[in-house]
């Protein structure tokens, strides 16, 4: 019997790289990409040119660990292998897509090919999709389809009035309230509650809030046409992977009719005992589907709920990255403030609803105007804010020159009245070397923003 013998030094390994179905990136040294195969670019749904030639420093990368929290540019696998010398083996990596804003999740390996400084020094990062891994399957259809009211809000602020602020409310809670999502999302659950809502059972809420522990009450609460009705609630704070209490979640169900009715239904206690024990047991099922649904709210927290722009916290963390890139580059940075002038009076005149459409409709022309990589977000009530790396200052002028025209032209129609808006914007630029905090360039945005304000508006001030 013979055998034939393979000599595999033969075989054409980019030609098995180019079939492979797991994503492979070559990086140089310096962290830019050399070589993309083609399960790499279907994978992370980015085209060839915007893969080959950038960095690690690129602002289009937005990785999150396993919590759903922001991934520091030290732990980018390129740069943990340069800094440690050692392999990367199975490490768990989230991307969001800025498209969609949903999170593909990776299994990363990665080393180094060559000898550190040498010129064929490489570092080879190889991925595959796990994501339907890391979500077998979908919570939210869960919570969407419960029959219990689900509401979870943020930990990090419980005060009255902003806070608790509402981050996800299921459909049997728009069905009991009449309110739909896009009216609660960023209120408080206390516009539930009316004159008659048990003052002892909200301080007894508030006090278990303030220590982060679950709390269990029976509370009077108003739809939005202002019908009472009774719920009986239980508060559960929920954790991430390091402990702490970043959210809350509230199962409740309408007890109404058993409230209103507790006279006549004396006689069935036993069931009203039974009836509380099998509730128990739904909150415990609830409780483990809220936690498989957690990294999807998280990313929730990152685009403001009205204009579907970045939120402030976004927006920060998109800066540091370009000013980490222009720093690098020898770049220079310009940060402006837009605000809608007279908008008091739009939504006085014309009520709020016509405010939240004047609201989307700059934040459509604003997303429409810049670039992928650039910075932008809602900064707050009418302010937007953007950030971009520019050469020269003449790109910033010509930016904010783009967007006042824009703003200007663009026809606002409400009710049969046709509304016409402008802008002023303060426009603060530096080299990003010269940067020592972002604080700087706020506050120097926000006094020039106030000087276009002070003299006439519909201008753009720059420094």
């Known amino acids: 019997m013979s055998s034939t013998i393979i000599n595999i030094d033969n075989l054409n390994i980019k030609n098995i790289l180019e079939h492979a179905h797991i994503g492979v990136i070559i990086h140089r040294a310096d962290t830019s990409v050399v070589y993309a195969n083609p399960a790499a670019i279907q994978l992370l749904n980015l085209s060839y040119d915007q893969l080959i030639g950038k960095d690690a420093y690129d602002p289009q990368w937005a990785f999150v660990d396993e919590n759903g929290l922001p991934l520091e540019l030290s732990k980018y696998p390129v740069n943990q292998v340069l800094n440690s010398k050692q392999r990367i083996e199975n490490k768990t990596i989230g991307l969001i897509d800025h498209t969609t804003k949903d999170i593909s999740w990776f299994m990363v390996n990665a080393y180094m090919e060559g000898h550190e400084g040498a010129k064929n020094c490489f570092i080879v990062v190889t991925f595959s999709d796990i994501t339907e891994q890391k979500k077998p399957f979908s919570a939210e259809d869960i919570l969407e389809n419960a029959q219990d009211i689900i509401i979870v809000t943020e930990a990090d602020n419980i005060e009255y009035p902003e806070g608790p602020k509402i981050v996800y409310v299921n459909r049997a809670f728009e069905k009991l309230t009449g309110y739909t999502k896009d009216e609660v999302i960023g209120e408080s659950p206390r516009i539930l509650q009316g004159s008659l809502t048990d003052k002892e059972a909200r301080k007894s809420i508030y006090q278990a809030l303030r220590k982060k522990q679950s709390v269990s009450q029976t509370l009077l609460n108003y739809d939005k046409c202002g019908r009472p009705y009774w719920i009986d609630m239980n508060i559960i704070p929920l954790k991430n992977n390091s402990g702490q209490v970043t959210h809350f979640a509230a199962i409740e169900r309408d007890i109404s009719q058993i409230k209103f009715h507790q006279e006549q239904l004396a006689n069935r206690n036993n069931?009203?005992?039974?009836?509380?024990?099998?509730?128990?047991?739904?909150?415990?099922?609830?409780?483990?589907?809220?936690?498989?649904?957690?990294?999807?709210?998280?990313?929730?927290?990152?685009?403001?709920?009205?204009?579907?722009?970045?939120?402030?916290?976004?927006?920060?963390?998109?800066?540091?990255?370009?000013?980490?890139?222009?720093?690098?580059?020898?770049?220079?940075?310009?940060?402006?403030?837009?605000?809608?002038?007279?908008?008091?009076?739009?939504?006085?005149?014309?009520?709020?609803?016509?405010?939240?459409?004047?609201?989307?409709?700059?934040?459509?022309?604003?997303?429409?105007?810049?670039?992928?990589?650039?910075?932008?977000?809602?900064?707050?009530?009418?302010?937007?804010?953007?950030?971009?790396?520019?050469?020269?200052?003449?790109?910033?002028?010509?930016?904010?020159?783009?967007?006042?025209?824009?703003?200007?032209?663009?026809?606002?129609?409400?009710?049969?009245?046709?509304?016409?808006?402008?802008?002023?914007?303060?426009?603060?630029?530096?080299?990003?070397?010269?940067?020592?905090?972002?604080?700087?360039?706020?506050?120097?945005?926000?006094?020039?923003?106030?000087?276009?304000?002070?003299?006439?508006?519909?201008?753009?001030?720059?420094?």
């Open 271 to 463: 069931d009203l005992k039974a009836l509380k024990a099998n509730l128990e047991k739904r909150v415990r099922e609830r409780t483990l589907s809220l936690q498989q649904a957690k990294t999807q709210l998280e990313s929730m927290a990152y685009f403001d709920p009205l204009t579907q722009l970045p939120n402030r916290r976004f927006f920060s963390i998109h800066l540091s990255k370009l000013i980490a890139a222009a720093k690098r580059r020898k770049e220079m940075i310009a940060l402006g403030l837009i605000d809608i002038d007279n908008f008091k009076s739009v939504n006085d005149t014309f009520g709020h609803n016509a405010g939240d459409e004047i609201l989307k409709k700059v934040a459509e022309i604003i997303s429409d105007l810049f670039r992928h990589e650039d910075a932008i977000c809602r900064y707050g009530g009418e302010e937007f804010a953007f950030s971009i790396i520019i050469n020269e200052k003449d790109q910033a002028e010509q930016a904010c020159d783009r967007l006042l025209q824009a703003i200007r032209n663009a026809q606002y129609q409400f009710e049969g009245s046709s509304i016409t808006i402008t802008a002023s914007i303060g426009v603060f630029t530096t080299l990003a070397e010269h940067i020592e905090n972002e604080h700087e360039l706020y506050r120097n945005a926000d006094s020039l923003m106030y000087k276009a304000k002070q003299n006439g508006k519909n201008r753009y001030y720059m420094g």
